[in-house]
């Protein structure tokens, strides 16, 4: 047994922000407000709470737990971290979705972590001082749709600081941004959060203060948490923002050592995540956009449950009517959601990273250049077309979690056995875990993700077999490409050492 923490962390807070900071993204500001809207409003939180308590925390134990565990044998990538979990030659080919689910995640993920980049410089610029509602919207949709090359440029940018902070390590890079990135994201979003809910109205926005865009946004609609399509939503968001199923959690917690809290830093790192997404991310775009345009405007831009279109062509347009705390409030709005863009993009590329310096003995800044270079390849379709961000999206942002994750918990609890595996989320522990989680991780989560699974069913079907433009295509290929190129990686690093 080894335990290669030479890379490892520099600091517990470190660590435990580089954390939140993985969970943390875009989806916590943009989507969840969008999602709770669509689903029920404040009834959404019940499901929400639930999915938290019963999926988000037993698979945050799940996931810090097999990563330090794996750590203990020199693994800090999903693939051998299965291998060395389960006694089954097979295990780590599960693996493989923990590698290719952050590239491909990355692909898309750093195209628009790049928008909020050049959107805070539009900021600063005063680009978009006197532009209309239609004029910001018309702007929104020819970048989108790379009407120029700018788009094209701040991705490249995007790629090369991902790229040159994964160069520099665990602790020299990943660490420090970290300790940098998430004071700022949480000093903007407090500022932003109580303009947000004491501004007063325009004409035609909100009724007296942005207060009510609270109670449009939490209004509750409890016929809601009847529909099983709500549930899924839920389950859904709570996967998407806590980046469970993806394998960079197991990566940051494969540099602990073996006897250091993985429970508390769990627990702190997830609760924060929720902290920042529901009293953050609901007090900032939707109390300000029904503040100035009230909520009827409001309600059309939300279908389809994403926040973009308010984020990026309403939003602006509104800060420019603040004068200079306006073009504060929008760099504030957009390096916020820059912060959280880069440091979930950049736990993406851990994994690889750790794969290829303990399987190939490159070193971190071989490993990151090779990062840069697959999400760059990757990124083009999704950069050229929609419909490959959203083939994209679909399969390695969604589909690929759940069937990961039902994976995980079955090795973790059933394969490796829960006596063992309780026995790792407690070791060191600084709190004392709830006794009932130990059967929540063996029957509750299991359970509850397979009736997610078999629920999506039709909808995976659906998408499977659907019709889809060239570039849908294209993705769909490259996707598989991606995915059977790690596993002949995982099966080459295998050979390697059984012959040593």
Known sequence: MTNQTSTGWGSRIGLILAMAGNAVGLGNFLRFPAQAIENGGGAFIIPYLVCFLLMGLPL???????????????????????DVLGKASYWKYFGV??????????????????????????????????????????????????????????????LVLNTVILSRGISGGVEKVAKIGMPLLLLFGVILAV???????????????????????WSPDFSSIWSFKVWVAAAGQIFFTLSLGMGSIHCYASYLKEKEDIALNAMTAGWMNEFVEVVLGSAIII???????GIDAISKMVSGGSGLGIGFAVLPQLFSSWGWFGTLSGLMWFGLLF???????????????????????WKD????????????????????????????????GTVSLVVFAMVEI???????????????????????????????????????????????????????????????????????????GIAVLVSVAKRKKLKS
């Open 60 to 82: 945050l134990f799940v996931e810090w737990g097999m990563g330090r565990y794996g750590g203990r044998y020199g693994q800090h990538s999903t693939p051998f971290i299965f």
């Open 97 to 158: 979705f923990g590698i290719f689910t952050n590239i491909a995640v990355a692909a898309f993920y750093c195209y628009l972590e790049s928008w909020a980049l050049s959107w805070a410089y539009h900021s600063v610029a005063g680009t978009f001082n006197g532009m209309t509602q239609a004029n910001l919207q018309a702007f929104f949709t020819n970048y989108i749709e790379l009407g120029t090359a700018q788009p094209v440029v701040f991705w490249v940018i995007c």
């Open 195 to 217: 303009t947000g809910i004491t501004l007063e109205a325009e004409p035609g926005g909100a009724i007296n203060d942005g207060l009510v865009g609270l109670n449009y946004l």
């Open 287 to 293: 109390p300000i956009s029904v503040g100035f345009l």
């Open 339 to 361: 912060f959280a863009g880069i440091t979930s993009s950049m736990a993406m590329g851990t994994p690889l990273i750790g794969f290829m310096r303990d399987n190939f003995a």
């Open 365 to 396: 800044k071989q490993g990151a250049y090779l990062f840069g270079i697959l999400i760059f390849i990757f990124g083009i379709p999704t950069v050229l077309s929609q419909d490959a961000f959203n083939e994209y999206d679909y399969w390695a």
């Open 410 to 484: 079955v090795l973790f609890a059933w394969v490796l056995g829960m006596d063992k595996a309780w026995d790792e989320i407690t070791r060191g522990a600084d709190i004392k875990v709830p006794l009932v989680f130990k059967y929540i991780i063996k029957y509750v989560s299991p359970v509850f993700l397979i009736i997610v699974f078999v629920g999506a069913l039709p909808d995976i079907i659906k998408n499977a077999t659907a019709e889809t433009s060239l570039y849908g295509w294209l993705g769909r290929a490259m996707l598989l490409v991606l995915f059977v």
